[in-house]
């Protein structure tokens, strides 16, 4: 029923329709992202593991994460997340190391290895996505910049919402 508009009886459009509609487009644009940038690193897949890849970027966004903080943001376990850890820190990608403020803390950082492969992977997305982005109109490309950048705001939120 896509592109459909379905009326209630006061003359407006329903809700749930227009916003099934609405998920399904959002849901088939971030499908474009998401794929294009997946490609994009899919070279390194045979060497590093998504989720070490994933954790990393994590990390090398960050700057610098304790434990807890990473668990929460690739929603597993603290003891998971130790392992995982355990398994980047033994790859070289992070280096763990005592928190200034708080020496009891253990903060996790991007080693140098780790630091050049994230960028690596961001130059590689970036090209992807630049190549996507070509093929649209400039109002396009306007419209995903804002609606893009409302979506990180409202991630954002939600993950501090999650974490407080």
């Known amino acids: 029923m896509l592109g459909v508009n379905v009326m209630t009886m ?65 929603s597993a376990s603290a003891s998971a997340t130790s392992r995982l850890c355990d398994r980047m820190e033994q790859a070289g990608l992070i280096t763990r190391d005592r928190d200034s403020a708080c020496r009891r803390e253990i903060v996790l950082l991007p080693a140098e290895s780790g630091r050049r492969l994230a960028e690596w992977v961001r130059g590689r997305r970036r090209a992807a996505l630049a190549n996507l982005l070509e093929t649209m109109s400039p109002d396009g490309r306007e419209a995903l910049a804002r609606g893009l950048d409302e979506l990180a705001v409202a991630a954002g939120g939600q993950a501090a919402a999650k974490s407080a």
């Open 10 to 74: 006061h003359g407006l459009p329903d809700e749930s329709e227009t916003g099934q509609i609405e998920l399904d487009l959002a849901e088939r644009g971030l499908g474009a992202l998401i794929e294009a940038c997946e490609r994009a690193a899919e070279e390194i897949g045979a060497v590093i593991p998504q989720a070490q890849l994933r954790a990393l970027m994590i990390i090398d966004r960050a700057g610098r994460l304790n434990l807890s903080q990473l668990a929460t943001a690739v």
